[in-house]
DNA sequence: GCTCTGCTAAGAGGA
């Protein structure tokens, strides 16, 4: 029997007498999730009471196979055993966080904290165990060698080893691999399988397991261990793989005939009784000297108490991260002074003023910048638990009608496979040409149906072949190739979103560094301790735009940083570049970053513009665009020359998830300058700042806000809004645009920006369509013919979408069309996606997006469609900034399609229509 | 109830 749901109440465990002898119980009342909402009673017995120490009111919890018993007209459940106790199942623990608990829980918390360095072992480790999977998919060892060290090429470059000597401590431990796998039968491919996915909803966890022979897991550990036994961590392991394993084999029993006469396999009785650790280094070692067990393989048995041992370690980790609590290392038995981590525990203890078993060095930060890392390291928690909540999505089968779920492709018809140098595949598959948000390049799980039950494999997607779409989506109409590379071969029939904690990852690190490594004097102006301190440059770097080149003078004098407010259309992007260029020639090294891969792209191209080419871009290779490729870092190849360019760099430009990579962490610069500041986080921020030795933002705060996933305000708001507000005179705006005609600047100007924002001469202000090449505004309709004009088409919403609507604005497109104008020269904005793709189905070649989208471009002519009608209810129009990027896309007439009543019951919409219909 | 960009992930070590 299977429960779940919340916990009301924990009672104290207790010992009893039964007819076994003295046992241990602890009830647990648990409201059920669905059905009526009698609360029932678990009795948890055994060592599933210490479930009790730190299970709270409000947790969920899931039992499974769970005895179950009438008492008094009531359903009692008892968990023994043979049942499983999962506390907070919607939360995906790690295997390798579960792996580091077991160590110490302190060690889990720090791992958060601080990224991984980069540091050899961890390089060389991952090179032998790309070299595994290789030969477990039958490459030749010396190919996979050469190509593996040349895949890390960068990162041993900054390491300063060269190739050949890499080459030489791979090829012992590749040794160690190959001499297990030429033993008895073990070479026969269809037993193996290499890097498996495993996502378990029963238990809440996920990993990647190294590998898998005859349904057992196999981990590679590129350490030495003359003991027998594996190490109890790496066991630990070995067993979390293998549980899930169980869940997976037990499923599959389900589903087939073998146990037709109604019985059926409990997942832990599934779960494979043996599981391997090779520890590759034992072969390396010279036998003279080490004496103990030196052979590399060892296995050990896996039973229910293992196995039930990591359900409850992954409670444990579960129900601290329910609370956010931090570890101090008590928890464990382990002994601090055997610990790798032990001097950064204690400094980050000391730092942080945290109690820890290891114990504290060092002085703590201020009490503000401690409230402050709370503050943010629990909203970014919130943000994890949000992408948790994307992987519950992968269990949740899909209705197929649900059109509007973009997080998988499915019904795909496979098409067909090759295999590629080194054994991956390349598969092949028929889209039904459903929108999806998936895109090339993605990190995707491909998979023969169900991406948790069926086959499945992680998938790198190719190619999403004929898309019409700028953006490289799937688009809506018929059939289209798609392309995958994996590991293991399959028959593709869906692909899903695979979730990534790596932003997460990233924000925490960047908080960890900000706080903790980073001056006090950098950041005293942080904390507005003090106020940021300016030198006046005598040098005039733009002639006719005094705002600019103040804009410019601002970051070139600035000792800590300074802030550019660039509205619309003011050449933000321009005067960064010629602020980037200006920090060059002082001999600064400079950092460029931006969120999105296209704002770092853009600010290239202007820098490039105006001459200047001497950059590096880091970045993947589907995340860059083409035209910029061609400053794009290799990061495979000779170390040497990897690391060189890098370092030689003297404008090196990312993302800012990308500045928070272990390659990146090793660089160091004068500036750091970042783009679409507004739109940054300000963990996300300070992922490039801290980089620096200062640094400048570009943005404007009433464009739109971070996105975030969690409902958190905490990082809503970005670090550009804060400084801005706190320190005005650090901020200069850029106030004359070149992009609006006067009429549809005026409303923008003087609701967001206070009547400051100005054309920036005549001709802009004057701007019409008819200065279009062949356009006559004659041609129009009269009700068009304006800069800005309002047509309300007495639609309805249905859902996201109003098609009568849609209807009115492909007839206005229609207009301006046959007045002449260029499909390329018009734009059509719409709030939901949805209305996007009913708009999409009436309009072949104008640009259709969201209002997000279409942030950081212009049109000639731009058609908003409101789709609201009866209120305006919903956050989409509450943020009055969505607008503001929705009417300033245009420069030469703007056209607002929607319901007059619906927008008129808002005062900010209602001043908007009346300016619309003039 | 809605907008949606980043990111390969997981990878090491010893009394």
Redesign the pocket.
């Known amino acids: 029997m299977q429960l779940r749901g919340v916990v009301v109440d924990v009672a104290d465990p207790k010992t009893v007498s039964t007819q076994y002898g003295e046992s241990e119980l602890c009830e647990v009342t648990v409201r059920p999730e669905r059905g009526a909402g009698e609360p029932t009673t678990v009795t948890l017995w055994g060592k599933w009471t210490e479930t009790a120490d730190y299970l709270e009111p409000g947790m969920e919890l899931a039992v499974y196979d769970a005895e179950q018993r009438q008492y008094q007209g009531e359903t009692q459940y008892s968990a023994g055993g043979d049942a499983s106790v999962v506390v907070e199942p919607d939360f995906l623990v790690?295997?390798?966080d579960i792996?580091a608990w077991v160590?110490c829980p302190r060690?889990y918390y720090l791992r958060k904290l601080d990224?991984?360095?980069l540091?050899y072992?961890?390089?060389?480790?991952?090179v032998?165990?790309e070299v595994f999977g290789d030969l477990l998919r039958g490459r030749d060892l010396d190919d996979a060698i050469e190509a593996q060290i040349e895949?890390a090429g960068l990162?041993i470059g900054l390491l300063g080893r060269e190739a050949d000597e890499v080459a030489g401590d791979v090829r012992d431990h590749a040794a160690a691999i190959e001499g297990w796998l030429e033993q008895g039968t073990l070479t026969e491919r269809d037993e193996w399988r290499s890097e498996m996915?495993l996502i378990s909803e029963r238990y809440g966890m996920?990993?990647?397991?190294?590998a898998v022979r005859r349904g057992m897991p196999v981990?590679?550990?590129?350490?030495?261990?003359t003991k027998r036994e594996p190490?109890?961590?790496d066991k630990i392991?070995a067993t979390a793989y293998a549980l899930m394993l169980g869940e997976r084999a037990a499923n599959t029993l389900a589903a087939s005939d073998v146990m037709a006469d109604g019985g059926t396999t409990s997942p832990l009785e599934a779960a494979p009784d043996t599981g391997t650790l090779l520890?590759?280094?034992n072969a390396a070692v010279d036998r003279n000297e080490e004496s103990g067990d030196l052979s590399p393989a060892k296995e050990f048995s896996i039973g229910s108490g293992l196995l039930q041992y990591v359900i409850r370690t992954r409670n444990e980790i579960a129900a601290m991260e329910h609370d956010t609590d931090v570890p101090t290392g008590y928890e464990a038995n382990?002994?601090c002074e055997?610990?790798?981590?032990q001097d950064t525990c204690m400094a980050v203890s000391g730092r942080l003023d945290q109690e820890s078993k290891a114990g504290q060095v060092g002085v703590a930060i201020p009490e503000e910048e401690r409230e402050y890392f709370r503050r943010f390291y629990d909203a970014i928690e919130a943000e994890r638990r949000a992408?948790h909540r994307e992987y519950a999505k992968l269990w949740e089968q899909l209705p197929q009608e649900r059109a509007d779920d973009d997080r998988a492709l499915i019904d795909l018809e496979p098409l067909g496979r090759r295999e590629l140098d080194g054994g991956r595949w390349e598969l092949r598959a028929r889209g039904t040409g459903a929108v999806s948000?998936i895109r090339e390049?993605?990190?995707v799980l491909a998979s023969d149906g169900h991406p948790i039950t069926g086959d499945a494999e992680?998938a790198?997607v190719e190619r999403i072949g004929g898309g019409d779409q700028a953006?490289g989506t799937a688009s809506a109409d018929g059939g289209r190739e798609i392309v995958v590379t994996v590991d293991e071969p399959l028959s593709v029939r869906r692909l899903d979103?695979?979730?990534?904690?790596?932003?997460?990852d990233r924000l925490q690190n960047a908080l960890h560094d900000a706080l903790l490594t980073q001056s006090p004097e950098q950041k005293d102006v942080l904390f507005g301790r003090r106020a940021p301190e300016f030198d006046e440059p005598a040098e005039t770097f733009i002639d006719n735009n005094d705002a600019q080149d103040d804009a410019v003078a601002r970051a070139v004098g600035a000792e800590d940083f300074a802030l550019v407010h660039g509205p619309p259309g003011t050449g933000k992007t321009y005067t960064l570049a010629r602020m980037v260029r200006a920090l060059v020639e002082r001999g600064d090294r400079v950092l460029l970053s931006a969120?999105?891969?296209?704002?770092?792209d853009n600010a290239i191209e202007a820098l490039e513009e105006q001459g200047y080419t001497d950059i590096v871009r880091v970045?993947?290779e589907s995340?860059v665009r083409e035209d910029m490729q061609k400053y794009r870092l290799d990061q495979s190849g000779d170390p040497g020359e990897c690391a060189g360019r890098l370092q030689g760099a003297q404008v090196v430009a990312?993302?800012t998830?990308?500045c928070g990579?272990?390659a990146m962490a090793s660089q160091s610069f004068d500036t750091v300058v970042v783009d679409e500041a507004g739109q940054l986080t300000e963990p996300g921020t300070l992922a490039a700042t801290t980089l620096g030795d200062r640094f400048v933002l570009v943005g404007d705060h009433q464009q739109?806000p971070p996105?975030?996933?969690s409902?958190d305000e905490t990082l809503t708001r970005s670090l550009f809004e804060r400084l801005i507000d706190a320190h005005p005179e650090a901020g200069v705006m850029l106030d004359r645009q070149y992009r609006m005609a006067q009429h549809i600047q005026a409303f923008a100007s003087r609701e967001f920006y206070d009547g400051q924002l100005r054309p920036a001469n005549g001709a802009v202000a004057a701007q019409k369509v008819d200065d279009l090449d062949g356009v006559t505004v004659d041609a129009l309709p009269s009700h068009l013919r304006e800069r800005v004009s309002f047509v309300d088409p007495d639609g309805s919403r249905t859902?996201?979408t109003n098609p009568t609507e849609a209807d009115a604005v492909a007839d206005v497109v229609r207009a301006y069309r046959e007045a002449g104008v260029a499909a390329a020269d018009i734009g059509v904005i719409a709030?939901?996606?949805?209305q996007?793709a009913e708009l999409n189905r009436r309009l072949s070649d104008v640009a259709v997006?969201?209002?997000?989208?279409f942030q950081g471009s212009s049109k000639e002519v731009i058609v908003v469609s409101f789709v609201a009608t009866g209120d305006l209810d919903?956050?989409?129009f509450?943020?009055y900034r969505r607008i503001n990027v929705a009417l300033t896309r245009a420069k030469k007439a703007l056209v607002l399609v929607g319901d007059r009543t619906a927008l008129s019951s808002d005062e900010v919409y209602e001043r908007m229509v009346e300016w619309a219909s003039g």
Do not use: I, W
């Open positions: 790690d295997v390798t792996r160590q060690m990224g991984a360095e540091a072992p961890l390089v060389k480790g991952t032998v165990h895949a990162d996915t996920k990993g990647r397991a190294d981990e590679l550990k590129t350490g030495k261990n190490r109890f961590q392991q520890y590759t280094k382990a002994k055997y610990c790798f981590e992408v948000k390049g993605d990190l992680l790198r953006d979103v695979y979730p990534s904690e790596l932003t997460t969120f999105t891969n296209r704002a770092v970045g993947t995340g990312a993302t998830a990308t990579s272990t739109l996105v975030v996933q409902e859902g996201n709030p939901y996606r949805a996007v997006d969201t209002v997000d989208r919903g956050p989409l509450e943020d």
